[in-house]
């Protein structure tokens, strides 16, 4: 007989990611392995090396993960990041210690190795007429290929790790980030484009990579030449990736965009910071596409591309921007982009402000993203009234038009 209690986390397992897209017969079977335990404040979850055949979910509480680089985030249950298995993986999640008292259930990896399509249980949407139906041998494929490494997380260029060091070195100032700028003449070129901006802009073009520099500021240089960067990292022989990868970065470009101009006028939020927050915020679906070429067969099933795309784009970006060390807050912020009934906070922070940019998007029609809620989101509701044109969009997008457009054709080029 099945306790009352183990009923309730069976069943919150069972809208679990990957499980959700299990047969019934294969979510009850695995089930029939699951161990279902706590652990009280400081002890460790696990670790990477004996705990590689395992994977574990979190149901109550909250972890530290150690990554390889001996960094530290925390997880909590009821999170998108905690929807996902809590496994080890040798860069990512090398260790977990509880934070405090914490429930999870945990069950052999092997069980998930080798799904095949179900013939009944809970599917991502139900198929209408025409319409191909989910492959789960494939979509377990990718999932596996993700825990045991096939897929690669993306590397940052040389360039952009020297100027980030650079700009993190009070000893270092606008001449030493210029020099570093000089040895990459595209990237020297783009710097001044910039600087030259409507963002930027003053009475005076500037020529040379110092003045830029210096007009911009360090940390701003900083986050546009990172921005730049990323646009090069993703490349693939395959015209179906290109053609994803393309949607991809003309969505992220024109959020990124939209953050810059809302967090200036809006709020105290770095605006730099919020512009490579919106270019970065799907950087999962980037790294996911630039390998999808191994699965050609995803290519013959639509549902279960985008159902890939849809369901590891969180967890990959957060891999992702941990890996870059980029702020915590940036990371919190993606996961929690298209969240739309999140509570606002007030006043107006990062997640905010992506989320207002994604309201905004003209382009939001990507088959993996959330659908636009109605009027009564959190993030709208806290705004006054006075805010809105009359069509229901803000009056601060409309008259940021033309700076607009000039950071897209930038962040495009």
Not at 24 to 29: I, K, L, Q, T
Not at 321 to 326: C, G, K, N, S
Request: net charge negative; aromatic share 6%; charged share 25%.
């Amino acid at each position: 007989m099945i306790s009352e209690r183990r009923l309730s986390d069976l069943t919150r397992l069972r809208g679990l990611l990957p499980l959700r897209h299990l047969g019934d017969a294969e979510f009850d079977n695995l089930t029939r392995h699951a161990d279902i335990e706590t652990r009280d404040p400081a002890r460790e979850l696990f670790r990477c090396g004996p705990d590689d055949d395992w994977l574990f979910y979190l149901l109550e509480g909250e972890l530290r993960v150690l990554d390889a680089q001996s960094e530290s985030f925390q997880i909590s249950a009821g999170t998108l990041e905690a929807l996902h298995p809590l496994s080890p993986h040798p860069k990512a999640r090398v260790q977990a210690t509880a934070v405090s008292p914490i429930r999870f259930v945990r069950f052999p990896a092997s069980l998930l190795q080798s799904q095949r399509k179900p013939k009944g249980g809970i599917q991502v949407k139900e198929a209408a007429v025409g319409e191909d139906e989910l492959d789960n041998e494939l979509l377990f494929a990718v999932y596996q290929a993700l825990r045991d490494e096939t897929l690669v997380l993306p590397t940052l260029p040389d360039v952009a790790l020297r100027i980030r060091t650079a700009a993190s070195d009070p000893s270092k100032g606008a001449e030493d980030v210029a020099n570093i700028i000089l040895t990459d003449p595209a990237l020297a070129s783009y710097c001044i484009r910039v600087a030259n901006s409507a963002g930027y802009g003053g009475s005076t073009p500037i020529s040379d990579v110092r003045s830029a520099v210096t007009r911009m500021g360090i940390n701003p240089t900083r986050d546009f030449i990172m921005a730049h960067v990323v646009k090069n990292l993703f490349k693939t022989k395959d015209p179906r990736c290109t053609t994803l990868m393309r949607a991809a970065w003309s969505h992220s470009a024109n959020i990124a965009s939209l953050c810059f101009v809302l967090a200036r006028r809006m709020t105290k939020v770095n605006a730099e910071q919020a512009l490579l927050t919106g270019l970065l915020h799907d950087i999962g679906v980037m790294a996911l596409v630039s390998q999808l070429d191994a699965f050609p067969g995803l290519f013959r099933s639509e549902v279960t591309l985008n159902t890939v795309l849809h369901d590891l784009r969180y967890e990959v970006s957060a891999m992702v921007l941990r890996a870059w060390r980029l702020p915590e807050e940036m990371v919190r912020a993606s996961c929690a982009a298209e969240q739309w009934f999140r509570p606002a906070e007030s006043p107006y922070g990062m997640t905010e402000i992506l989320q207002l940019a994604h309201w905004h998007d003209p382009d939001h029609h990507l088959a993996w993203a959330e659908p636009l809620p109605d009027d009564d989101a959190p993030v709208l509701r806290a705004l006054p009234l006075d805010a809105f044109t009359a069509s229901g969009r803000l009056l601060i997008v409309r008259e940021a038009g033309d700076e607009l457009e000039k950071l897209r054709a930038i962040l495009h080029a």
